[in-house]
């Protein structure tokens, strides 16, 4: 399988919401109650939400595509809480449930990784549920370490991971 990474363009808000809501709808069953899961994989809000981005050229956003489709998206930019300025935030990184565990989040993450580096940033950041067991270690193997520090989020709880670069 041919795989490719791009970063995101002008329409690309729908691929990259349909990538996002459907991953979260695979990812988050279990860790968010039925009412918030279907808010946030509302496909038209998470479209919203993708076209601001991109109309106003917000973030560092890339989609990987396995023969040509898309299935993994992620998005990077500065930290966006003050006590962690001047380190990079992962957003997200999301990607269609059917080919997990096949290496191709590992060739996003590699990718985002390069970009910061070469951005100039030593430090990356990254939220995520605590009990996310699945994603937690997927940044474990990737070198990301817990903090200690974690925060409310969707009702439930999301800790903080750090790696230097």
């Known amino acids: 399988m041919k795989t490719t990474i791009r970063k995101v363009r002008q329409g690309d808000e729908n691929t990259l919401a349909y990538i996002q809501t ?47 489709k898309p299935h993994c998206i992620a998005y990077w930019d500065a930290a966006r809480d003050a006590e962690f300025a001047g380190k990079a935030e992962l957003i997200c990184i999301h990607s269609l449930p059917d080919n997990w565990h096949k290496g191709y989040g590992t060739r996003m993450m590699d990718r985002v990784l390069k970009d910061i580096r070469e951005a100039g940033y030593s430090e990356v950041v990254l939220w995520v549920f605590r009990n996310n067991i699945r994603a937690r270690a997927f940044y474990e193997a990737e070198g990301f370490t817990m903090t200690g520090i974690s925060k409310p989020a969707f009702d439930t709880e999301e800790v903080l991971y750090l790696k230097g670069l």
Not at 40 to 68: H, W
């Open 22 to 68: 459907e991953s979260w709808k695979a990812a988050f069953a279990g860790i968010l109650d039925a009412e918030t899961l279907a808010k946030y994989t509302d496909i038209n809000r998470a479209a919203a939400m993708y076209r601001n981005l991109l109309n106003n050229s917000i973030g560092n956003g890339y989609i990987l595509l396995v023969d040509g």
